[in-house]
């Protein structure tokens, strides 16, 4: 290759390339950067100002109930992601691997999407008919004589924001799973078989770790919607339970840039954690 070919090759790179940057600079880098300097700004009561101070940092970490929702989100983001892994990898092993016919398999897909088909709003507070005190849940229990009184804790409360956000996101963690079971070559499990291995064996050896990287892409995606949460534990536990994202809209809502900033990076830095923690258990360049 000539210098003036390469040369030439190098500005068609930079043409391609440019637009995306760009882009990635004016909608992602830039905004990131300015949540980062308006954490720093004096906040008071009344009004805020940009001169640089690590006032609202301190607020956040010396106040119990911010280090509460941090720590509230954290943990209610761990169990949603492990309800929905144990209810999501059934359900997509069965999709993507049990079922033989490619048809009945994405009418099985689209079934799990239909409840998107509507508002989100919608679907959240859908369960507070389902599981309040007079709900059908407790009017089924009543009924069918395993309980005599009504459960109070369904609703209002962590577990109804725990029921109502693995109900909503756990078909993001069946859809990435299926598509890579759905990749799986039958004969290698067929090979396998023959060899005299039994479910258990070819699954460990086999399905799940071909399987994850659709696990990683699922974790990835239902992690990020967690962690953001803001409006199912407002519907759901009647503002007893207190995550980030509901602080960034109590503080939006008063004026307070700094602490709904500070908030912001914090959740930001969280996300990066989780996000890149994720993508060291699998290469999915190379996998996908």
Same mark, same amino acid.
């Given at each position: 290759?000539? *210098?003036?070919?390469?040369?030439?090759?190098?500005?068609?790179?930079?043409?391609?390339?440019?637009?995306?940057?760009?882009?990635?600079?004016?909608?992602?880098?830039?905004?990131?950067?300015?949540?980062?300097?308006?954490?720093?700004?004096?906040?008071?009561?009344?009004?805020?100002?940009?001169?640089?101070? $690590?006032?609202?940092?301190?607020?956040?970490? *010396?106040?119990? *109930?911010?280090?509460?929702?941090?720590?509230?989100?954290?943990?209610?983001?761990?169990?949603?992601?492990?309800?929905?892994?144990?209810?999501?990898?059934?359900?997509?092993?069965?999709?993507?691997?049990?079922?033989?016919?490619?048809?009945?398999?994405?009418?099985?897909?689209? $079934?799990?999407?239909?409840?998107?088909?509507?508002?989100?709003?919608?679907?959240?507070?859908?369960?507070?008919?389902?599981?309040?005190?007079?709900?059908?849940?407790?009017?089924?229990?009543?009924?069918?004589?395993?309980?005599?009184?009504?459960?109070?804790?369904?609703?209002?409360?962590?577990?109804?924001?725990?029921?109502?956000?693995?109900?909503?996101?756990?078909?993001?963690?069946?859809?990435?799973?299926?598509?890579?079971?759905?990749?799986?070559?039958?004969?290698?499990?067929?090979?396998?078989?023959?060899?005299?291995?039994?479910?258990?064996?070819?699954?460990?050896?086999?399905?799940?770790?071909?399987?994850?990287?659709?696990?990683?892409?699922?974790?990835?995606?239902?992690?990020?919607?967690?962690?953001?949460?803001?409006?199912?534990?407002?519907?759901?536990?009647?503002?007893?339970?207190?995550?980030?994202?509901?602080?960034?809209?109590?503080?939006?809502?008063?004026?307070?840039?700094?602490?709904?900033?500070?908030?912001?990076?914090?959740?930001?830095?969280?996300?990066?954690?989780?996000? *890149?923690?994720?993508?060291?258990?699998?290469?999915?360049?190379?996998?996908?």
């Amino acid at each position: 290759m000539t *210098a003036t070919s390469r040369i030439r090759q190098k500005k068609t790179t930079f043409r391609l390339l440019a637009p995306g940057v760009v882009w990635m600079i004016l909608f992602l880098i830039a905004p990131i950067m300015m949540i980062v300097y308006v954490s720093f700004w004096t906040q008071t009561t009344f009004a805020i100002n940009s001169s640089l101070t $690590l006032d609202s940092w301190k607020n956040f970490f *010396a106040s119990e *109930a911010y280090v509460g929702a941090l720590w509230t989100t954290i943990r209610l983001w761990l169990i949603v992601l492990t309800l929905t892994f144990v209810i999501g990898y059934p359900a997509a092993l069965y999709v993507g691997l049990m079922v033989k016919s490619k048809t009945i398999s994405t009418v099985l897909l689209v $079934l799990c999407v239909i409840p998107f088909w509507t508002s989100f709003l919608i679907r959240v507070l859908a369960w507070r008919p389902m599981l309040g005190k007079e709900g059908a849940i407790n009017i089924i229990l009543l009924k069918a004589g395993i309980i005599h009184t009504p459960i109070e804790v369904l609703l209002f409360s962590e577990l109804s924001v725990i029921i109502g956000m693995t109900q909503i996101y756990v078909v993001f963690m069946v859809g990435p799973i299926a598509f890579m079971l759905g990749r799986i070559d039958h004969n290698i499990i067929e090979a396998a078989r023959d060899l005299g291995a039994g479910f258990g064996r070819i699954f460990w050896k086999i399905i799940f770790p071909l399987s994850l990287p659709g696990v990683v892409v699922g974790a990835i995606f239902v992690s990020v919607m967690v962690l953001g949460e803001f409006a199912t534990s407002g519907a759901l536990s009647g503002r007893k339970v207190n995550l980030l994202g509901n602080i960034i809209v109590t503080q939006v809502g008063s004026l307070k840039w700094a602490m709904a900033s500070v908030v912001g990076v914090i959740l930001t830095i969280l996300l990066g954690i989780v996000v *890149a923690g994720f993508l060291r258990i699998v290469d999915l360049k190379r996998e996908i």
